[in-house]
Structures are given as C-alpha cells and as structure tokens.
C-alpha cells in the first residue's frame, strides 16, 4: 500500500496536542489591523483547540499527525 499524502494546507494549519486533538490559530490578524482595537488583537493571539465537530476531517487530512 502507497502511503497517503497529507493535506499540506492542513499541515501549515493544525497541530496535534498531547491530548489527540488538534490546535490552531485564530483568523482576522492578518491585515486590516488598523481599525481593530488592542484589546481585539490582543486576544486574537491565544491558540485555540479544533472544535470537536471538526477533529475528524481535520484527523482525516493529517493522517500521520
């Protein structure tokens, strides 16, 4: 059997924790941060966990995470 190739879009996106799910980023912190307030940046920093809904697609394009 061929190995199955990850999601390289995925990839640059999630990454597993110690406990089997996956955390990402939050979006909006790209451009247009001029009109966004301190404090919305500032909480846009944390690192969130991957809804549970979504762990399994996400389980499906990292299959070797």
Do not use: E
Not at 6 to 26: E, L, V
Not at 34 to 44: A, D, P
Request: glycine share 6%; hydrophobic share 30%.
């Amino acid at each position: 059997m061929p190995k199955i190739k990850s999601n390289s879009g995925a990839a640059k996106r999630f990454k597993r924790t110690a406990g089997g799910g996956f955390k990402r980023a939050q979006s909006h912190k790209r451009h247009i941060l001029t009109k966004k307030s301190t404090k919305r940046k500032r909480q846009l920093r944390s690192i969130l966990q991957v809804n549970s809904a979504d762990t399994a697609s996400v389980r499906q394009m990292l299959p070797y995470s």
